[in-house]
C-alpha cells in the first residue's frame, strides 16, 4: 500500500505540475480547490431518506452508468445522488445534469481524502462504473460497512489482479458487495484468483443506445443531404481514419454514384476540420455550420458537437473512429440502427467488437483497399446487407436489460 500511496502523490504532483501549460489538467486542479467546504455546502442544502454516490471515471463511463441512474432516480424519487468525476471530460459535459442532486470531482485517492470525501456525502451505498478501483476509497467504504457495487465491469488479464505484484489490488475486490459484469470472460478470470462475489449481467452501454434511438431528434439539413441517396457515415475519426476513409470513398463513388459520405471528428476544432478539408480537395463538400448547396453535394462534415448519434440513423454503412490510435469509439451507436460497422485494429478493450466480429457483423479493416471491398459490397448486395441487417438486430436484441438486472441487485440495499 506505501507504494500505491507512494504512486497517487506522483499522479497528483505530476497534475498540478501539467496544469501551468494544459487546459484540462489546469481544469483538473481547480475543480479540485476547497472541494471540502464547497462539497459540504451541497451536500447541506440536501434532504433525502438515502444516499446513492455513484463514480465515473469519464464521460465513458458516465454513458455506461446513465441507465442505472436515471432508472435508480425514477425508483427512488426521495433518495439524494451524488454523482462524481475523476476526469474533466466527464465533469466539464455533465455538471448541469439535472439527473443528480450533486455533481463533484473526486479528490485524489489519498486516505485522509478518502475519509472526509465520505464522512461528507455519507453514502447508503457506493456505486462504481467499469473500471474504478481507488484503493483508498474502497477500503474506506469497507471500513465503514457500505454497501459498495462495481457495475458493468470487465477484467483482462493485462490488469494488475492478475499478476505477482498485484496482491493489494486483488484484496480491494473484496470491498465490493458485488461485482457486475459484462460477460462471462470476466468471470473465468476473477475465477483463477479466487473472487467469487460477482455476477454477470451484461452491459448497460446497450440500454443506453436504445434509450437514444427512442429519443430521435428531427434533423432536417440532414434529411435534405441524405434523401434518395446511399451513406456512409463516420463517426468520431481521427487523421489517419479519414486518411482511410476519403480514399475509400472516392474509389466507393466510381461503383455507386448516389453514394454520399458524412465525418463526424472526434475533435471538433479548425485543426481537424482543416485537415479533413485538405483531403477533400477536389470532393464536393460542405460543413454542417456553414451549408452550401446541401442536396447537390457528396460529402458533409460535422463541425459541431451533439449530433453524432443521431447520425448513424441515416447511414447505408459506417466506420468508427479510433482503431489507429488509442482505441475504437463507440460501435453500439451505430448498430443499434442495425447498421453493419467497420473499424480500426485496436478494438480488442471492446467485448461488442470482439463478438461482433466473431458473427461476422462487423469488419476489422487494416487499409483503405479493406473498407472500399466491405463497403462495396454492403452497397452492391441488398441480400448480404438485409443479412447483415437482420443479424445485428438479433445480436442487440439479445444484449439488452442490463440495467434491470442491476437495479435489481442493488435494490436489495435500498429498499
Request: aromatic share 12%; glycine share 6%.
Given at each position: 500500500?506505501?507504494?500505491?500511496?507512494?504512486g497517487i502523490?506522483?499522479?497528483?504532483?505530476?497534475?498540478?505540475?501539467?496544469?501551468?501549460k494544459?487546459?484540462?489538467?489546469?481544469?483538473?486542479?481547480?475543480?479540485?480547490?476547497?472541494?471540502r467546504?464547497?462539497?459540504?455546502a451541497?451536500?447541506?442544502?440536501?434532504?433525502?431518506?438515502?444516499?446513492?454516490?455513484?463514480?465515473?471515471?469519464?464521460?465513458?463511463?458516465?454513458?455506461?452508468?446513465?441507465?442505472v441512474?436515471?432508472?435508480?432516480?425514477?425508483?427512488?424519487?426521495?433518495?439524494?445522488?451524488?454523482?462524481?468525476?475523476?476526469?474533466?471530460?466527464?465533469?466539464?459535459?455533465?455538471?448541469?445534469?439535472?439527473?443528480?442532486?450533486?455533481?463533484?470531482?473526486?479528490?485524489?485517492?489519498?486516505?485522509?481524502?478518502?475519509?472526509?470525501?465520505?464522512?461528507?456525502?455519507?453514502?447508503?451505498?457506493?456505486?462504481?462504473?467499469?473500471y474504478?478501483?481507488?484503493?483508498?476509497?474502497?477500503?474506506?467504504?469497507?471500513?465503514?460497512?457500505?454497501?459498495t457495487?462495481?457495475i458493468?465491469?470487465?477484467f483482462?488479464?493485462h490488469?494488475?489482479?492478475?499478476?505477482?505484484?498485484?496482491?493489494?489490488?486483488?484484496?480491494?475486490l473484496?470491498?465490493?458487495?458485488?461485482?457486475?459484469?459484462?460477460?462471462?470472460?470476466?468471470?473465468?478470470?476473477?475465477?483463477?484468483i479466487?473472487?467469487?462475489?460477482?455476477?454477470?449481467?451484461?452491459?448497460?452501454?446497450?440500454?443506453?443506445?436504445?434509450?437514444?434511438?427512442?429519443?430521435?431528434?428531427?434533423l432536417?439539413?440532414?434529411?435534405?443531404f441524405?434523401?434518395?441517396?446511399?451513406?456512409?457515415?463516420v463517426?468520431s475519426?481521427?487523421?489517419?481514419?479519414?486518411?482511410?476513409?476519403?480514399?475509400?470513398?472516392k474509389?466507393?463513388?466510381?461503383?455507386?454514384?448516389?453514394?454520399?459520405?458524412?465525418?463526424?471528428?472526434?475533435?471538433?476544432?479548425?485543426?481537424?476540420?482543416?485537415?479533413?478539408?485538405k483531403?477533400l480537395?477536389?470532393?464536393?463538400?460542405?460543413?454542417?455550420?456553414?451549408?452550401?448547396?446541401?442536396?447537390?453535394t457528396?460529402?458533409?462534415?460535422?463541425?459541431?458537437?451533439?449530433?453524432?448519434?443521431?447520425l448513424?440513423?441515416y447511414?447505408?454503412?459506417t466506420?468508427?473512429?479510433?482503431?489507429?490510435?488509442?482505441?475504437?469509439?463507440?460501435?453500439?451507436?451505430?448498430?443499434?440502427?442495425?447498421?453493419p460497422?467497420?473499424?480500426g485494429l485496436?478494438?480488442?478493450?471492446?467485448?461488442?467488437a470482439?463478438?461482433?466480429?466473431?458473427?461476422?457483423?462487423?469488419?476489422?479493416?487494416?487499409n483503405k483497399?479493406?473498407?472500399?471491398?466491405?463497403?462495396?459490397?454492403?452497397?452492391?448486395?441488398?441480400?448480404?446487407q438485409?443479412?447483415?441487417?437482420?443479424?445485428?438486430?438479433?445480436?442487440?436484441?439479445?444484449?439488452?436489460?442490463?440495467?434491470?438486472?442491476?437495479?435489481?441487485e442493488l435494490?436489495?440495499?435500498?429498499?
Amino acid at each position: 500500500m506505501w507504494f500505491y500511496n507512494l504512486g497517487i502523490f506522483f499522479i497528483g504532483l505530476a497534475i498540478k505540475l501539467s496544469s501551468i501549460k494544459k487546459a484540462k489538467a489546469k481544469l483538473w486542479v481547480g475543480g479540485r480547490k476547497n472541494w471540502r467546504t464547497n462539497l459540504t455546502a451541497k451536500i447541506s442544502k440536501l434532504t433525502g431518506k438515502k444516499t446513492i454516490w455513484v463514480h465515473c471515471s469519464s464521460y465513458g463511463e458516465f454513458e455506461q452508468g446513465r441507465p442505472v441512474i436515471e432508472a435508480l432516480r425514477k425508483q427512488h424519487p426521495t433518495h439524494k445522488i451524488v454523482l462524481s468525476f475523476f476526469s474533466p471530460s466527464g465533469y466539464e459535459a455533465f455538471k448541469n445534469w439535472n439527473g443528480a442532486d450533486v455533481i463533484c470531482y473526486l479528490p485524489l485517492d489519498t486516505k485522509q481524502n478518502a475519509k472526509d470525501f465520505i464522512e461528507i456525502i455519507k453514502p447508503d451505498i457506493a456505486i462504481f462504473i467499469k473500471y474504478e478501483f481507488w484503493l483508498n476509497f474502497l477500503f474506506q467504504l469497507k471500513e465503514e460497512t457500505v454497501p459498495t457495487f462495481l457495475i458493468s465491469a470487465v477484467f483482462k488479464p493485462h490488469q494488475p489482479f492478475f499478476k505477482w505484484y498485484g496482491g493489494i489490488f486483488k484484496k480491494a475486490l473484496s470491498a465490493y458487495k458485488l461485482l457486475l459484469l459484462q460477460d462471462e470472460n470476466s468471470g473465468k478470470l476473477l475465477e483463477t484468483i479466487q473472487v467469487k462475489n460477482y455476477k454477470v449481467v451484461g452491459d448497460t452501454r446497450f440500454d443506453r443506445v436504445f434509450d437514444i434511438l427512442n429519443a430521435k431528434k428531427d434533423l432536417p439539413l440532414i434529411d435534405s443531404f441524405c434523401v434518395n441517396n446511399k451513406i456512409l457515415v463516420v463517426g468520431s475519426s481521427w487523421p489517419k481514419d479519414e486518411e482511410i476513409v476519403i480514399d475509400a470513398f472516392k474509389k466507393l463513388k466510381e461503383n455507386h454514384t448516389r453514394l454520399k459520405l458524412i465525418i463526424a471528428p472526434h475533435e471538433v476544432n479548425k485543426e481537424s476540420v482543416a485537415g479533413i478539408e485538405k483531403l477533400l480537395d477536389g470532393i464536393n463538400y460542405t460543413l454542417y455550420t456553414n451549408p452550401q448547396n446541401i442536396e447537390s453535394t457528396d460529402v458533409l462534415v460535422i463541425d459541431t458537437i451533439g449530433v453524432l448519434s443521431q447520425l448513424y440513423r441515416y447511414a447505408t454503412a459506417t466506420y468508427i473512429g479510433g482503431g489507429f490510435n488509442d482505441g475504437i469509439h463507440n460501435i453500439l451507436e451505430s448498430l443499434v440502427y442495425n447498421v453493419p460497422v467497420a473499424f480500426g485494429l485496436n478494438h480488442y478493450k471492446f467485448v461488442e467488437a470482439t463478438e461482433t466480429l466473431q458473427l461476422g457483423i462487423s469488419k476489422e479493416i487494416s487499409n483503405k483497399n479493406d473498407l472500399f471491398l466491405f463497403f462495396d459490397k454492403i452497397m452492391a448486395d441488398e441480400n448480404y446487407q438485409s443479412h447483415l441487417s437482420n443479424e445485428i438486430k438479433n445480436y442487440m436484441q439479445s444484449k439488452s436489460g442490463a440495467t434491470q438486472k442491476i437495479v435489481l441487485e442493488l435494490n436489495s440495499v435500498l429498499v
